[in-house]
């Protein structure tokens, strides 16, 4: 395809479309056209910056012609903030975006046909609603500046308060500004691999404002820090704070290595009537309720009866799974991380809950290994991660025929690829479900039900 444009020239046009990631689309011709800001219907003049094969990348320069969806936006930082994409669109607009995002992905990567398609269900809470931030640190001119990264780039936006952070957040991101200038602490520099402080991680329990803080480090400890945790204990919801080792030139944000400084080992939330411990490793949902009407839908889509064995791939710490309990027969949960399972383990307990088992291990090893043991999937749920599911996985569900399967997605578009897969190999997808965890940005929850088909 020859790009009929160049570096630094100058375009006007509408904008049609917005990415997963946040970035506007415009459409020149047959040329498409992403650039760092505006919204769907705003006309603004863009500037050239990079050329690709199929597409260039350009620098939203003036709106000339502001969007009826556009609104005032009441984040100071929205204009450079990486964070969210959203804060100056109608919410509305949004969720249909959202609903139109998951349909194109499903009809024109995994080529679905004769489906049900719901719209978007919608968050009550826009503001406050993350039980979980991870925050890059880094120094310039010897202030400490902790924030998300600008669009487009690996600068840091300084942020003092976040509107979807839990409050909380703010008040422990100044203590630890104050820590690192009072006590000189270096912080980490990603272009040479030096200085200490890399990010900082908060989880906060919405049921019992519990408060975890974790520091990702590039060393083995942090100097003075008995300075920064008597700030912390000034802050009752904290109830502990870990290390986490990150030595590596990596853009992972963790490490494997947990070192708990002071405090409880884990916090505990809620979904629905279920209790849930959680480990600072351990994977739990960012909007905790937005979750539970994912996992309302999770049990429609589900539709059981009692006499089903369900198999949670990617389980977590079971927050599907024990969900789903009361109406199963028997719950089997496969998660590969060992602290995940511990924690699932747990959950069984402290909720009374007799049919549920928890095994460690690599989602796409487990169905052989469980039918070994006399576990075959009458219905499968699935929670992968961003990337999907792997093919060697989706080859054992095929052989194994669970009568139906439950897929929840981050990803929609590795979702279409996926039951792209599972359609060519007897299944039928025959409804989707949009669900909005990320209120204010480009990503969106989804759920497909699919049906085997007699063969």
Request: hydrophobic fraction near 40%; proline fraction near 2%; charged fraction near 30%.
């Amino acid at each position: 395809m020859s790009l009929e444009v160049e570096v630094g020239q100058i375009i006007e046009n509408k904008i049609v479309d917005i990415s997963f990631d946040g970035k506007a689309v415009l459409k020149q011709d047959n040329l498409t056209i992403f650039t760092d800001s505006g919204v769907i219907g705003d006309v603004v003049k863009v500037e050239i910056e990079k050329l690709k094969k199929s597409y260039v990348l350009a620098k939203t320069i003036e709106i000339v012609e502001k969007s009826p969806h556009r609104i005032e936006s009441r984040c100071e930082y929205s204009n450079v903030c990486g964070g969210c994409q959203f804060q100056d669109f109608n919410y509305d607009e949004e969720l249909k975006l959202k609903k139109s995002k998951v349909r194109n992905d499903l009809e024109r990567i995994g080529k679905i046909q004769d489906y049900k398609l719901y719209d978007t269900i919608g968050a009550e809470e826009l503001d406050h609603y993350r039980n979980n931030i991870q925050m890059p640190i880094m120094k310039s001119k010897g202030k400490a500046v902790i924030g998300y990264f600008e669009k487009a780039s690996h600068r840091i936006v300084d942020i003092d308060k976040c509107l979807i952070q839990e409050e909380i957040a703010g008040e422990i991101i100044k203590s630890l500004k104050e820590f690192i200038e009072e006590e000189n602490v270096s912080c980490y520099n990603r272009r040479d691999n030096k200085g200490l402080l890399r990010h900082v991680i908060i989880r906060t329990s919405k049921a019992t404002k519990e408060t975890m803080v974790i520091l990702v480090i590039n060393g083995r400890d942090v100097p003075n820090l008995e300075v920064f945790v008597s700030k912390l204990m000034k802050i009752k919801e904290v109830t502990s704070l870990y290390l986490n080792v990150n030595k590596e030139r990596t853009n992972l944000v963790t490490g494997y290595k947990y070192k708990l400084v002071f405090g409880e080992k884990k916090i505990t939330d809620k979904i629905g009537n279920l209790e849930y411990k959680i480990s600072p490793q351990s994977f739990f949902q960012v909007n905790t309720k937005q979750a539970e009407k994912l996992y309302e839908k999770v049990a429609e889509f589900a539709n059981l009866s009692g006499d089903e064995v369900v198999v949670d791939l990617y389980s977590g710490i079971g927050t599907i799974g024990l969900y789903l309990a009361d109406k199963a027969k028997e719950i089997v949960g496969v998660e590969v991380v060992e602290r995940a399972v511990m924690d699932a383990k747990l959950n069984v307990k402290i909720n009374n809950i007799e049919n549920a088992k928890f095994f460690e291990g690599t989602s796409e090893k487990m169905l052989p290994v469980l039918e070994q043991v006399g576990i075959v999937p009458d219905v499968l749920v699935l929670d992968p991660p961003r990337k999907g599911c792997d093919e060697a996985l989706l080859e054992d569900i095929v052989k194994y025929e669970p009568k139906k399967i439950v897929y929840v997605s981050c990803n929609s578009a590795t979702l279409a690829r996926d039951v792209k897969y599972l359609e060519e190999n007897g299944y039928k997808v025959r409804e989707v479900q949009p669900v909005d965890m990320f209120a204010r940005s480009g990503h969106v929850e989804c759920i497909a039900l699919l049906q085997r088909e007699i063969m």
